[in-house]
């Protein structure tokens, strides 16, 4: 399989591994706490809130699908960008480096917002450490899927970081 398609695919798959994983994880807390699908019919509603648009109009369905689909296109985006640099360490070790900066600067990242964010009225109601272990799901689902489809990684990162050769 051509490279540029190997990027694609595992793009694809361990944003949809990294979204299911994020998606599980809120119906089990919403379940336990007795609100199916609260979450991220509060997130879609935090968005399009950011966004200016009129969100009274529109009903819990509305809002976790639109959650749904963002959430979901915007990790396979995160992970093709991951994917794609995980294939350049192959040739440059070095890049291995870079990877690993990619990964702790969009976690810690995320958190900062989403502790920023869990200010807002709206987002008042999820604490920041439930959006923070659902992001740990997805990064265990997401690091894992592709760590097994590059096993190099590893040994390459060691390389770029010790001057091996």
């Given amino acids: 399989m051509p490279a540029h398609d190997r990027m694609w695919r595992d793009g694809i798959v ?15 807390v919403d379940l336990i706490a007795g609100r199916p699908f609260f979450t991220p019919a509060l ?53 291995a480096v870079g990877v690993a900066g990619f990964f702790v600067e969009f976690e810690v990242g995320f958190y900062f917002l989403a502790i920023f964010l869990s200010e807002h009225d709206i987002l008042g109601a999820l604490a920041w450490y439930q959006i923070g272990a659902a992001n740990l799901v997805a990064s265990g689902h997401v690091g894992g899927y592709l760590l097994r489809r590059h096993p190099e990684f590893g040994g390459n990162l060691t390389h770029a970081l010790d001057g091996t050769t």
Avoid: E, N
């Fill in 14 to 28: 361990a944003g949809l591994l990294g979204a299911a994983g994020v998606a599980v994880w809120f119906l089990d």
């Fill in 43 to 95: 997130l879609g509603r935090a968005v399009l809130g950011v966004l200016g648009r009129d969100i009274a109009i529109h009903g819990t369905v509305f809002f976790v699908l639109w959650y749904t689909v963002l959430h979901v296109v915007a990790l396979m985006v995160a992970c093709c960008i991951g994917s794609s640099l995980l294939m350049a360490s192959r040739s440059v070790p070095q890049v």
